[in-house]
């Protein structure tokens, strides 16, 4: 026999899939505890095992190895539960947002194919109401809450399936490895229909490998989860290298000041990830004083850019907590670049350098790369990345041109290679002829008292084409008013980035990632140089 060629062993002896590193964590710390969720703890042992009971139930309730199944739910051990029973079967996980409404919901639920779908009993309704608009969907599957709730009538309960008899249901051995699809995540779509990004248990797991390296995760850190599980940032760069490690989980479906803060008081929680707008409502909070927060070693950041002056109260505040912010998408699992402490403040609002796993280039059109602050296109080479688009040919040709992903983000090089993303591709704004970043007119607007949240957006207007015009809210009994804001502006930018205008609002719409709708501002005050 040559040195290279093998018998064909078992499957089992090389297998790496997401099921595979839940029961190592289960054999190596079997009492430690893994999940905390309101009333519920588990320990790892427990968890592992109730993963195999609830796998073997829905097998034996027909859903076989590679079947889509939906969940529609907030944060709970439940969804947690889910992931990792439908990752054990060879099952695809296809998370839907909550906060779509049953259109939107139900055309992913329909594009992707699902049949069954998971719900909690608060979106019990929306579930029906979106299963109703021509999809596959002929069952439900009740997932428990945070809070105490019940299972709908006509839904499968989770606490039933959990408590299959392992030795007379067995749980499906599975005949799949790391190159076998996880899940169908669809990307909220800003200018068109959502795609489904289509992430096999190897690029997602290889993306844990990134996480844990890059942001310096440990068995020892306890981890509070508050941004939506559905969310591949939450589910994958946060809960999926938990259970990798070891570390402790505490989840949570209110990501409310309010909340979060007694939480991290209570549970000790060491690391904690919030997009930007919500460590602005924490820092905000009048328990934030109140609330012993020692136990925080480790914050992390992303979906926007952290304002310097929010930054600087962060590290004053909370003097012992490092803060990273991780950059990616939904495509590349999604963590692809990462800014680490020691560069917050020296490089701010840059999104650092790739994760380990992964190679990224700026480049232009010709994709060459470009020169040291020029602007280009941010692409990806990486074992992370998508297999492409569910049922979209097209848009995955377009995706991967020129033998990378194209990710859709402007961005600059600096002399050290740290990239900057300037913008999305749509979010640039162009005004009489010249391109603005809304990023550095918010960062401008950031550095003038009073200002809490701000968000700049490019309004159709008769002389400029695009009128860069600044959303505000303001700080709590502050007092502002247009003709101060547009001067502060004006002693800091140049003539055409200072906002030709300002409007005052009470909150910015977001996504409940923390993303802000940008699009939501352009549509409610599209009209707005019409009538000046």
């Known amino acids: 026999m040559q040195p290279h060629q093998h018998p064909h062993p078992h499957p089992a002896l090389r297998r790496q ?22 009333d519920t703890t588990w320990t790892w042992r427990e968890f ?58 139900g055309y992913i639920l329909r594009h992707a194919g699902v049949k069954l779908l998971a719900v909690d009993s608060g979106l019990h309704a929306l579930g029906r109401e979106a299963a109703q608009r021509d999809t596959a969907i002929t069952r439900f599957l009740w997932l428990p809450s945070e809070d105490p709730s019940t299972c709908p009538a006509g839904c499968l309960d989770f606490n039933a399936l959990a408590a299959t008899d392992l030795t007379t249901q067995p749980c499906p051995e599975p005949g799949f490895d790391r190159h076998h699809l996880l899940q169908i995540v669809y990307t909220s779509g800003t200018e068109s229909l959502p795609k489904g990004a289509m992430l ?17 995760m440990a068995e020892n850190d306890v981890v509070l989860h508050a941004l939506p599980l559905y969310h591949c940032a939450q589910l994958d760069v946060f809960l999926g290298p938990s259970v990798y490690l070891g570390s402790t989980s505490v989840i949570t479906a209110k990501p409310t000041p309010e909340n979060l803060l ?23 909070s009048p328990l934030f004083a109140q609330s012993d927060l020692s136990s ?20 004053a505040r909370l003097p012992q ?62 074992p992370q990345l998508l297999l492409g688009y569910f049922n979209d040919p097209e848009r995955s ?66 002389r400029w084409i695009e009128a860069v015009t600044a959303v505000l ?7 502002l008013d247009e003709a101060r804001v547009i001067a502060h502006c004006a002693a800091q930018l140049a003539h055409f980035k200072t906002p030709k205008g300002v409007v005052f609002v009470d909150a910015l719409p977001k996504n409940p990632s923390g993303k802000l709708l940008k699009r939501e501002l352009r549509l409610r005050f599209e009209g707005l140089y019409q009538t000046h």
């Not at 991780?326 to 495509?331: V, W």
């Not at 809210?473 to 007092?479: E, H, R, T």
Request: charged share 20%; hydrophobic share 45%; proline share 5%.
């Open 397 to 462: 040709a377009a995706a991967f041109e020129g033998g990378w992903f194209h990710s859709g983000d402007l961005a600059v090089v600096d002399d050290e290679g740290y990239i900057s993303v300037v913008d999305r591709k749509k979010d640039m704004i162009k005004t009489g002829g010249e391109n603005v970043a809304s990023r550095e007119v918010e960062e401008a607007l950031y550095r003038l008292d009073g200002v809490s949240e701000v968000a700049v957006i490019g309004l159709p207007h008769p």
């Open 48 to 105: 592992d095992t109730l993963v195999s009971r609830l796998a073997a139930g829905l097998h034996a309730q027909g859903v076989a190895k590679g079947e889509h199944v939906g969940v529609l739910a907030r944060n709970s051990h439940g969804f947690a539960a889910l992931r990792f029973a439908l990752a054990r079967l060879g099952a695809v996980l296809v998370p839907v947002n909550f906060m779509l409404n049953p259109d939107e919901a």
């Open 17 to 38: 899939t997401l099921s595979d590193l839940l029961h190592r964590t289960a054999a190596r710390l079997p009492n430690k505890p893994a999940i905390l969720c309101g």
């Open 473 to 479: 809210v303001c700080k709590p009994g502050a007092v």
């Open 296 to 315: 925080l070693r480790k914050g992390y950041y992303g979906a926007s850019i952290m304002p310097v002056a929010v930054m600087q109260e962060l590290i």
């Open 200 to 216: 096999t248990h190897g690029a997602v797991i290889d993306q844990y490998v990134s996480c844990i390296i890059e942001g310096e």
């Open 262 to 284: 007694p939480l991290i008081a209570r549970h000790r929680i060491s690391q904690f990830f919030l997009p930007p707008t919500v460590w602005i409502a924490v820092l905000r």
């Open 321 to 382: 907590m490092r803060i990273w912010n991780f950059y990616g998408q939904t495509e590349i699992a999604p963590l692809a670049t990462v800014l680490k402490p020691e560069d917050q403040l020296r490089k701010p609002g840059s999104a650092g350098k790739p994760a380990i796993n992964v190679e990224t280039r700026v480049v232009d059109d010709q994709m060459n790369d470009v020169a040291v602050g020029a602007v280009g296109e941010i692409v990806h080479r990486s």
